[in-house]
């Protein structure tokens, strides 16, 4: 049987279990893939850490004769080599390690999203028919850009809704489930090694949004950065927002969004009130779900593990299969550009949504009339409603829901409604996604 050969640069979660697979399941992914796959170098900043990960894998007792280094070159100089794989992370090193790759005519694969949100327009110039994989870039273990690419290439893709953080889903299934605070779910994600002693991207939704990024290159071959779209995190979720969205038969879901209307495309990712009945609000916990409605299909959805190492050891290898099978589709799913029209983004302000806006007031008389005002001067009129009172004396939270309006319009009637004197907090809104249902 020929041979397919691997360098693999990063031993962590990911690329340790990548290794593990390789060694549990070798026979039947050779099998699969028609060729042995032999894994030959790893690179690493910190050998020794390695070496300790290597004995206790059995790697000495396998015959896999692996060699570890710390210097990058070991991998991309070496013309044994037909695959270098990805797995450390960061931006800039990472995009020149798959130039280096792609030049040195050595296939590409990836798992990380952060570089391909800010590179995959790069890269794909570059590939030039060599097969470039990120399958585990998106949602772990959840063959998504697979379906994108393939599954669903008859149809046009009319909107996209992801739950794609795990981490983030942990925390709002935490509040809403057990009425925790923000505060307390994070600090237990953190325990159960869910979310990273820094996890600002995963509370901010800038990781959400690398995804979403790299899935609205496949749908629509729209490259957006993430700099060019809304995104907002779950940091500003309170009780409050929970017991309402309870109340009136809602969860809360840090969605990415993706909705094509004409020649535009809106992308957005933000805490989302959503149908308790919708199939998405029952993806919970660390677990990610995904709809997509293409217009031939209809809505499809998928569910699995969004992250941790088996998941997307996973999704590496069905990169690895599909390299060594001979397959090379254009990087980002195009052969050829469209032809049909470019589509482009929809500008921010231009978002036609549903509000869910909560408010900390003096509590006294004439203060909901004044507020109905500043919104009926914006077009904004009010539907769901409830008033708390607070621990504190003499303030309440308004809680209320809006029908449709542009975003303009809300964030100029949210602006007036702080400068008023019975405001006594900033305002905050969250949109309501329920078209669908
Ligand atoms: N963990 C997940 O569940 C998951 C899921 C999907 C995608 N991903 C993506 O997969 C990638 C790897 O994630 P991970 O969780 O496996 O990370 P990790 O556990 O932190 O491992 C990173 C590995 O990369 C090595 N490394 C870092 N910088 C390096 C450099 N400059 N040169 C050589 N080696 C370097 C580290 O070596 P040392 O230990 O020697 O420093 C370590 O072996 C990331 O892009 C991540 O976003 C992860």
Redesign the pocket.
Known sequence: MSKLVLGM?????????VLKAILANGEIINARAGKQIVLKSI?????K??EKKLAELNVIDTNANITLS?N?DDILQDSEIDVVI?????VE??YTIAQRALKAKKAFI??????LAYHRSDIAPLANGLPVGFE??VC?GIPIIRVLKDGLSANHILGIRGILNGTSNYILTQMQQFGKNFATALKEAQNLGYAEADPSLDINGG?AGHKLLILASLAYGIHAMPEDILIEGIADITPDDMEFANEFGYVIKLLGIAKKQDDEVELRVHPSMIKKESMISKVDGVMNGISVIGDYVGESMYYGA????E??AS?VISDIVAIARGESAAMLGFSRPLEEGKLRLKDKEKIHSRYYIRLYVRDKPGVLGEVAQILGRHNISIGAFLQKETDEKNIATMLFSTHHCYEREINHALCELEQIDSITQKPFKMRLEDEYE
């Open positions: 640069v990063g031993f962590g979660v990911v690329g340790s279990s690179v690493v900043r910190d050998k850490k390695a710390t990058v990805e797995l450390m992370g960061g090193f990472a990836t798992a990380n999203k952060a570089m585990a870039s772990g990781d969004g992250a941790g190492g998941a997307t999704s």
